[in-house]
């Protein structure tokens, strides 16, 4: 996509947007004095959550009302009071506003107001495309002198939302103008399988998530959404920090709205933190969810949860009718780094080969040769190394020196402090038709990898 310097200079706030250009657009029937009065005024669009009752899941604090800016934009009010008239498609509202820049940028003001109208009688409730339609207008009477030009005593009274809603937009911009390379996937996913269907990687240095379809030839990027995060930003170590975790995880369970607060829009879908990484290192907290934006909110500014990750609602419906609960993976990550697959592929042989060592020394039946994997500080939920050897050696005594596949391997790589490899497979004896499906979690020290988590998960 080609971006104009003038689109850029808009999202960044300059005065050249507009006020170089005197955008032609046509008049409003609505008078001078009228889009004054209603520029002057400051309106909360946002209702109050409705409150259902709860049945199982736990449930966090309602939303606080978030008025929205009118200022400039006071005369998109009247637009604003329509319902919506569509059902979104997810992402369309966000390309339907990113369209709306680039006809900006090349100075096509008259297409800019008509689709920005357009988009906020569908989605009153997208608060940043209401505060670029709010300008377009303000523009037909006098020059705009930045992105969100309200009236200096709107402005000093909602600074913090505005701040807000001009990061949104930054943010937005910035991810869809830095596209990950064409075939490539984050470094996290080293190997798939093909019973893993689909994976999330998120990218909190863009609030973007991306959306991978897994296939014969491999991960293939097929949607990515705008998102918010925790209020005090990432890494997450306690309880009620506000902050959301990084690290690898899985989707453990697809909650039904109808069970769930308004606050949560469309629905939620859990994730496993504290992971057994978190655990070791003492991390706390839990409820940690991908879910959706209350009725009055079409999106959050980009640090403004509680820790989860909050998306549109369109765009988290997309989601939950694609991903599978337990089997799709999660990657959270301050920045994602990205490369072609046969690369990754290429940096993970030394991994496969201790992988395939362990396997071969449990078919083995050395149980001494096979706790040498292990490291002293393992744990399998609440036992420790000694409290599980006993079932380690169960496995072994029932292999009967049978050898053992592993099936359908899945293992994904977390760097930051410690290498960590989250490895998942099915273990099946030669002979059986079934077995158990496991997750170890493995950490490199030195020049050795060493298990310090196996657990059945399946």
């Given at each position: ?111 800019a107001l008509a689709r920005a109208e357009s988009l906020v009688q569908d989605h009153p409730t997208f608060q940043l495309a209401q505060l670029v339609y709010g300008d377009l207008l303000s523009s037909q009477t006098r020059p705009v002198r ?206 496969e080969d201790t992988l395939q060592a362990w396997r071969g020394a449990k078919a083995s039946g050395d149980l001494a040769r096979v706790l040498g994997f292990y490291a002293p500080d393992f744990r399998s939920f609440s036992k420790t190394l ?73």
């Open positions: 996509m080609k971006w104009s310097l003038f689109a850029i200079f808009y999202i960044a706030f300059s005065t050249l947007w507009l006020t170089a250009t005197a955008l032609p657009v046509q008049a409003s029937p609505k008078s001078p004095d009228a889009k004054a009065k209603a520029a002057s005024q400051a309106v909360a669009r946002k209702p109050a959550p409705k409150t259902r009752t709860p049945k199982k899941a736990p449930l966090k604090p309602a939303a606080r009302a978030t008025p929205v800016v009118a200022g400039a934009a006071g005369a998109a009010l009247a637009v604003a009071s329509k319902p919506a008239q569509t059902t979104p498609r997810a992402g369309e509202p966000e390309a339907r506003l990113i369209e709306i820049y680039r006809l900006i940028g090349q100075a096509r003001g008259r297409d930045a992105f969100g030009d309200v009236p200096d005593t709107t402005a000093t009274a909602a600074a913090p939302m505005l701040a807000d809603l001009r990061e949104e937009s930054k943010i937005r911009l910035k991810a869809l103008r830095e596209r990950p390379p064409l075939g490539s996937i984050p470094t996290q996913f080293l190997a798939l399988s093909p019973r893993t269907r689909h994976a999330i990687a998120v990218d909190a240095s863009r609030a973007r998530l991306y959306l991978f379809e897994n296939s014969a030839t491999g991960l293939k990027l097929i949607a990515d959404y705008y998102i918010s995060v925790g209020k005090s930003g990432l890494e997450k170590t306690l309880e009620g920090d506000q902050r959301t975790p990084l690290g690898v995880y899985y989707i453990t369970s697809n909650l039904d709205p109808k069970t769930l607060k308004d606050f949560y829009g469309a629905g939620a879908l859990p994730i496993n933190y504290p992971n057994p990484l978190d655990q070791s290192r003492g991390k706390t907290g839990s409820g940690i969810w991908l879910h959706g934006t209350p009725p009055g909110q079409f999106s959050r500014a980009p640090q403004a949860s509680d820790g989860c990750v909050v998306l549109a609602n369109p765009d988290l419906e997309r989601i939950i009718r694609t991903v599978e609960v337990r089997s799709t993976p999660v990657v959270i990550a301050q920045q994602l780094h990205w490369a072609a697959p046969h690369s990754i592929r290429a940096d993970s042989k030394a991994f000694p409290e599980w050897t006993p079932t380690l050696r169960g496995e072994i005594t029932s292999a009967r020196g049978r050898d053992i596949e592993l099936k359908d391997v899945s293992y994904l790589r977390w760097t930051d402090s410690a290498d960590t490899m989250v490895a998942t497979f099915g273990e099946v004896v030669d002979g059986a038709r079934t077995g158990t499906v496991k997750r170890q979690y493995w950490i490199r020290r030195g020049t050795q990898w060493k298990i310090f988590f196996e657990g059945v998960i399946g």
